[in-house]
């Protein structure tokens, strides 16, 4: 079990059987270091690539690390390589390159990206690939409306 530790700017991991959880990726707060994280929302094991997949809340961005180049580490750093930077990084906002308040991710069976926005108030969709995600839901600002999404907090994506 991975658990992105918001509170603690962690992901950790709990083996079957442990009681105690071990970091595997540890941030000191707001930083622009790909090795450093804020309040991580969520996190995903990509499988078939090997690597996790991380939802950098406060520092607005999400960001791919390979498990190969992970380890524990007592000093609360990443090892190897750093973090890829998927998407965001580029402050607060509602451009198509920035996050204001990623808190979910989901990864279809084609590998695509799926990024939920709670302040922005839309899902932004990032094609393997891709240079630059687009929106698939909400996006109009804040409302009721069909087109409308008001502080979305998780969703689906159906491929049946």
């Known amino acids: 079990m991975i658990i992105a530790d918001g509170g603690n700017d962690g992901i950790i991991r709990f083996r079957m059987g442990d009681t105690r959880g071990q970091v595997i990726a540890r941030g000191h707060g707001e930083r622009k270091k790909l090795d450093q994280l804020n309040s991580p929302s969520d996190v995903l094991v990509v499988q078939n690539s090997n690597s996790l997949i991380i939802c950098d809340r406060q520092n607005r961005r999400v960001l791919r690390y390979n498990q190969r180049y992970l380890y524990i580490s007592n000093d609360n750093k990443l090892g190897g390589q750093h973090g890829t930077l998927v998407t965001g990084g580029h402050g607060q906002g ?3 390159n920035q996050l204001n308040e990623s808190i979910y991710l989901f990864v279809d069976q084609h ?9 922005t108030h839309c899902v932004m969709k990032w094609n393997k690939d891709a240079k630059e995600e687009i929106i698939v839901a909400g ?5 009721n409306t069909l087109r409308q999404l008001s502080h979305p907090e998780e969703f689906f994506v159906d491929t049946l």
Not at 111 to 119: A, K
Not at 139 to 143: P, R
Request: zero cysteines; aromatic letters at 6%.
């Open 94 to 96: 509602s451009s198509i």
């Open 139 to 143: 996006g109009h600002d804040k409302g």
């Open 111 to 119: 590998q695509n990206l799926y990024i939920l926005d709670n302040e």
